[in-house]
T-cell receptor, first 111, second 116 residues
Framework: DAKTTQPNSMESNEEEPVHLPCNHSTISGTDYIHWYRQLPSQGPEYVIHGLTSNVNNRMASLAIAEDRKSSTLILHRATLRDAAVYYCILSGAGNTGKLIFGQGTTLQVKP | EAGVAQSPRYKIIEKRQSVAFWCNPISGHATLYWYQQILGQGPKLLIQFQNNGVVDDSQLPKDRFSAERLKGVDSTLKIQPAKLEDSAVYLC??????????????FGPGTRLTVL
């Protein structure tokens, strides 16, 4: 399974955009890029996923580099509720669907 | 739509005792996962079911952990006997269908186990 690298922690101010980076230099052509987040004392929740093109949904945007070796999760206006651990995960077509979580990035949002 | 339900939410036991966790996935979800999350780490998959068959249990310590999913709906995860290092949050997740390498997983709130 391809590995991802994320910063351990990041800080943001409330109502400002946040860019959470993820490196995945060993990604294969069929690997999807998933982002999940885990709020304190809760189970992880799906944020967004993509394959090659940039993606937008109501929660966030996902910007994928042209060579697919890195991606960035963008929260357009951080709120206090966005303080969580954000996980960047790869899974391929041959994968059973399981998610292999790394350490993730702990995002702190300051009022 | 009801989410993934888990019980109990908290459990404290002594080492060498047995414990069981229960999970009720979202209705219609064929795939069910159990994860173990040790404090400060990301969740680690223990076992994955597709309906009532096991797809992946490569990370399940089979000498003490067991899991079943009767009738392809509810699932139970058991630890017998528990060790101190089993202290963790046990998360259950379910997904509808896996399409070409992607399926959104929905997680329950987890069961926090403390082994003394």
């Amino acid at each position: 399974d391809a590995k991802t690298t994320q910063p351990n922690s990041m800080e943001s101010n409330e109502e400002e955009p946040v860019h959470l980076p993820c490196n995945h230099s060993t990604i294969s052509g069929t690997d999807y890029i998933h982002w999940y987040r885990q709020l304190p004392s809760q189970g992880p929740e799906y944020v967004i996923h993509g394959l090659t093109s940039n993606v937008n949904n109501r929660m966030a945007s996902l910007a994928i580099a042209e060579d697919r070796k890195s991606s960035t999760l963008i929260l357009h206006r951080a709120t206090l509720r966005d303080a969580a651990v954000y996980y960047c995960i790869l899974s391929g077509a041959g994968n059973t669907g399981k998610l292999i979580f790394g350490q993730g990035t702990t995002l702190q949002v300051k009022p | 739509e009801a989410g993934v339900a888990q019980s109990p939410r908290y459990k404290i036991i002594e080492k060498r005792q047995s414990v069981a966790f229960w999970c009720n996935p979202i209705s219609g979800h064929a795939t069910l996962y159990w994860y173990q999350q040790i404090l400060g780490q990301g969740p680690k998959l223990l076992i994955q079911f597709q309906n009532n068959g096991v797809v992946d249990d490569s990370q399940l310590p089979k000498d003490r952990f067991s899991a079943e999913r009767l009738k392809g709906v509810d699932s139970t995860l058991k630890i017998q006997p528990a060790k101190l290092e089993d202290s963790a949050v046990y998360l259950c997740a379910s997904s509808l269908v896996r399409l070409a390498g992607w399926s959104e997983q929905f997680f329950g709130p987890g069961t926090r186990l403390t082994v003394l």
